[in-house]
């Protein structure tokens, strides 16, 4: 189906406010609802499920060390109205088939009110899962300000939840912050990015069969990875935004399934990268493509000032899969959205920017007690349908990812696989260290690592805090974290939700 491009403004999700104050401590209540949203201007209405009826949800607006107390509840029909495949962890069919649990992605949360993927409930809580402990979820909010996400994350249907429109931003402010004068109302954008793509009635469409599948597969069957034919921004298919000559600041993040993006600006404008996902990096940094995998923010200023009357078009360059797939269509999927420089100006620009933010405390390698070696390993199930592990596990395995509270580990990923996969950890924000080439097949003949290249120090925009990292094939990738503060059962995963689904997830434990 053809849609035409840049039609639809591009919306802005409202900003939510606290139902009441409990004692001191906002209380929010976010229902999830089932909702026919108008995703573009040719299409007839879509079903998606949207936090408060919209799709994006309403984005949170705190500030550190307040905390805020959420009541996530779940107004969902009982059946899914995308393809369920029962043959996954969590997803059989002696479990309600619409669970929802919600996991604010990069926040440093207690154990219970992290969205563990067992911690799901159905509507009105009526059932809830082996792990769920509390209805009302409580976020401290004890961390630097920087661009958060928060999304359905229920073991066995994430990726079908997030693709029905469970998505929100979550932003974190601070007075150090503030003091940077950074374009802020109106001028501070946040874009979701996601793919998707539509029946001809304009309902959304994800595949419930592998294509090209040589073997007996259930049906629906869940599919390596979802690559859809458009792209979706906050909610419209390839928006257009009107813009003044001056700085904006937006939050970019990457919402899709399992979609990369490389994007890249027009006219030869660049991205000025202020953040990574754990807030400001140490200076800004000035980059002609941002490579984002999904989960990943880039915390971004572009400035329009020169471009009065242009219109400036994002497009998008990254293959799907990453890196070896398809190249992606000039004409469809590298095009993301366009900004025209046609609304006069104002007020007056934001003052330049600062050169320098503040040097980050990162954790120290040095200080590593701990060294562990993980692998990605791509495998088959019971049905010969691609399987990818974490260090040849399963999910039911018991856990083996046990740092000790306060402990500082390095992380060493070997990717075994053929892709490139976006790794995740909850609790924490990490550094990266570097990535590193090694020899694939001889570690999986003899389990010894040969190095065949010198490391590569990470991208500069990659040298802040991340809470999720590239991790791509034939290279150890190497990260340092420090554990706490609190101790409890977390999860680390791929990101590409179609892998998180299908065993491409472990429990990730901290111990006091
Ligand atoms: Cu964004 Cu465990 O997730
Ligand atoms: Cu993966």
Partial sequence: M??????????????????????????????MKPVYQHLHRDLHKTLVWGYEGFYPGPTFEVWENQTIDVCWQNELPSHHFLPVDTTIHGAEKNVPQVRTVVHLHGGRTPPDSDGHPDAWFTRDFAMTGPRFQRKVYRYPNIQRPTT?????????????????????????????????????????????????????????FYPCKPPRANVKVPCPSIVNEFIGET?????????????????YRFRI??????????LKLSAGLHWIQIGSDGGLLEAPVSVSSLLLAPAERADVIVDFSACKGEIITVTNDAPAPFPAGEPANPFTVGMVLQFRVHLPLNHSDSPPLPTFFGSLKLPNPKAATYRRRLTLDESKDRFGRMKMLLNGRTWSAPATETPKLGATEIWEVLNLSAKSHPIHLHLIQ????????????????????????????????????????????????????????????YVWHCHILEHEDHEMMRPLVVVP
């Fill in 148 to 204: 958060l996400w928060y999304h359905d994350h229920a073991l066995g249907i994430t990726r079908l939840n997030n693709y029905a429109g469970l998505s929100g931003f979550y932003l974190i402010r601070g007075a150090e912050e503030e003091k940077f004068l950074l374009p802020k109302g109106p001028y501070e954008i946040p874009l979701l990015i996601q793919d998707r793509s539509f029946k001809p009635d304009g309902s959304l």
């Fill in 2 to 31: 053809r849609l035409e491009k840049f039609v639809d403004p591009l919306p802005i999700p409202p900003t939510i406010q606290p139902r009441s104050i409990r004692s001191g401590i906002p209380f929010y209540i976010v229902r």
């Fill in 253 to 262: 993040l990457n919402g899709s399934n399992a979609r990369f993006y490389n």
């Fill in 231 to 247: 792209n979706v921004v906050n909610g419209k298919v390839w928006p257009h935004c009107d813009v003044e000559p001056r700085k």
């Fill in 430 to 489: 990490f550094r990266l260290l570097d990535r590193r080439p090694f020899d694939v097949e001889s570690f999986m003949k003899t389990r010894r690592l040969f190095y065949n290249g010198p490391p590569r120090m990470p991208d500069p925009n990659e040298r802040g805090w991340k809470d999720t990292v590239r991790s791509h094939p034939n290279e150890v990738t190497r990260f340092v974290a420090c554990f706490s503060p609190f101790t409890g059962d």
